[in-house]
């Protein structure tokens, strides 16, 4: 029986208590801060949508190398991950890889259930896999290196200022071993305390109650395009998503396999809008799509061949903004 994760933000850690939920080329050379397991930030089983068979089984990563943009074939396990990238050292063995372990760990796990319904045009999903499709979409937002080190520097800037609430408690459960003074104290909050106040903000933001709820009750479809004179690509920024949720006409996109992609609309209008819109000019949306997900990418672009390093060349690395969480850099 496949591992249900519990609704939003009741998700328990196993270890004592409930968490609430740049380079511009690539290189060889290990980055020696980066070290340890490999944390995957486009999961393993979602690049497998795009292997290729006449390669065993690889695909293809586009990178911008020293010698320009190179298609490089490679396992989907080999790719679009950062060692050490969700690992708090500051912690205790069972909690410091928790995130990458336990919660993205089993995430994935049923987003690739809901994934093979959504493949095979089933947007009908049981209760368990449409709230597990949601938070994989959540993760998206905040799992990549450029997020995870944006919410690491907001922790470490903003702690001491938010333990300032917490003064007169203090002052009456100082221990002789503190500083003499709650300023020295939050001076020197411990490095345990702040990784430990970053997971928790990760697992909260990736397993939104409000937003998740919110996906989950969009109107949901799979577009699959039969005839393409490229195939769709994929990203290290895979969704397209219009400048917020809010308005009727708001929409989310993202290319699922090389000739699917999943949308997710507010209204039933706006889904038989880009239902038409795909029937009548397929090859046209593609390509914008295929433009948008390069323009996106900070690092990766992936697809199913090598046929693309051209327009992947001119596009990859922009950096162009990908959702409204994201900042432009």
């Excluded at 922790?155 to 002789?176: H, Q, T, Y």
């Amino acid at each position: 029986m496949a591992w249900v994760l519990p609704p939003w933000g009741s998700f328990n850690t196993g270890f004592g208590q409930t968490v609430p939920m740049k380079p511009d080329r690539c290189s060889n050379v290990k980055d020696p801060v980066n070290t340890g397991q490999k944390h995957h930030y486009i999961p393993e089983f979602y690049l497998k949508r795009w292997s290729n068979p006449s390669v065993n089984g690889r695909l293809y990563e586009y990178c911008r190398r020293y010698q320009g943009v190179v298609a490089r074939p490679t396992y989907p396990g080999g790719t679009g991950y950062q060692r050490g990238l969700y690992t708090f050292s500051g912690l205790d063995d069972e909690a410091r890889n928790f995130l990458e372990d336990v919660f993205l760990g089993r995430a994935d796990d049923t987003a690739n259930d809901a994934l093979q319904r959504l493949l095979m045009q089933d947007t009908n999903l049981r209760p368990e896999l449409r709230v597990a499709w949601s938070r994989y979409i959540m993760t998206l937002l905040h799992r990549n290196p450029e997020s995870i080190q944006r919410l690491r520097n907001k922790v470490a800037r903003e702690l001491p200022s938010a333990l300032s609430n917490f003064k007169a408690a203090w002052d009456l459960a100082r221990r002789e071993s503190d500083p003499p003074t709650f300023e020295e104290y939050v001076t020197a909050v411990p490095r345990r305390d702040v990784q430990q106040a970053t997971l928790m903000l990760l697992q909260q933001v990736m397993d939104s109650q409000n937003v998740g709820q919110f996906l989950v009750s969009m109107f949901w479809s799979v577009v699959t395009f039969h005839t393409l004179r490229y195939p769709l690509l994929t990203s290290d920024r895979p969704l397209v998503m219009t400048n917020g949720l809010e308005k009727a006409d708001c929409h989310l996109m993202m290319p699922i396999s090389p000739n699917a992609i999943f949308v997710a609309t507010r209204t039933s209008e706006m889904m038989h809008h880009l239902h038409a819109e795909c029937d009548r000019r397929g090859h046209r949306i593609a390509e914008h799509l295929n433009d948008l997900i390069a323009r996106q990418s900070h690092k990766f672009v992936w697809g199913t061949d090598p046929h693309q390093v051209c327009f992947v060349s001119k596009r990859i690395g922009q950096k162009l903004r990908s959702t409204p969480l994201e900042t432009q850099e």
